[in-house]
């Protein structure tokens, strides 16, 4: 538990504990083999499965009012990599620069920006009898707001364990 929280205080640097009184309201999202707890803006914007109707792997939230913020809520499609090796593959691509990972048989961590430094991602998986995960991308300017809901998405995730 300490290391998600390090995780996570690498990302938020100087962002204030408070989370905006625009994340007051939170629900809970049962996807993809886990529950977590969301901000109720990522429930009323746009949301749409992944992988389709025959496959639902889990579901994409993009709220409105934040245009380029994505949570994704899901399962891996194979129960053959371990949870980092599967959570690398989906966040990190050449360019993005990681600045936190955490790798254990049965869980996983990994937090990083863009190349040009403008974008944040944050995610974690966990292998039960599948791997569950959840990610979210977010605009380096938004920081304050959306560090502490990455946070607290996270040890609602923890709970699932």
């Known amino acids: 538990m300490r290391a998600v929280g390090f995780a996570l205080g690498l990302l938020m640097l100087s962002a204030p504990l408070a989370v905006a009184g625009k994340a007051s309201e939170w629900t809970v999202s049962i996807s993809g ?31 409105k009012q934040y245009p380029g913020v994505q949570l994704r809520q899901y399962r891996a499609d194979t129960t053959n990599k371990r949870p980092f090796e599967y959570l690398e593959e989906e966040l990190v691509g050449d360019t993005e620069k990681v600045t936190y990972k955490l790798d254990k ?9 863009s190349a040009d430094g403008t974008g944040i ?27 502490p809901i990455a946070e607290r998405i996270a040890r609602s995730f923890r709970k699932n364990r």
């Not at 083999?33 to 939230?61: C, H, K, M, Q, Y």
């Open 33 to 63: 083999g886990s529950e977590i707890e969301i901000p109720v803006f990522f429930a009323d914007g746009d949301a749409r499965l992944l992988g389709g109707f025959a496959e639902n792997f889990g579901t994409a939230f993009e709220p």
């Open 105 to 113: 048989p049965s869980f996983a961590a990994i937090s990083g920006t």
């Open 121 to 147: 991602f944050y995610g974690m998986c966990q292998k039960h009898v599948i791997v569950t995960c959840f990610d979210m991308h977010w605009d380096k300017e938004e920081q304050a707001m959306f560090g």
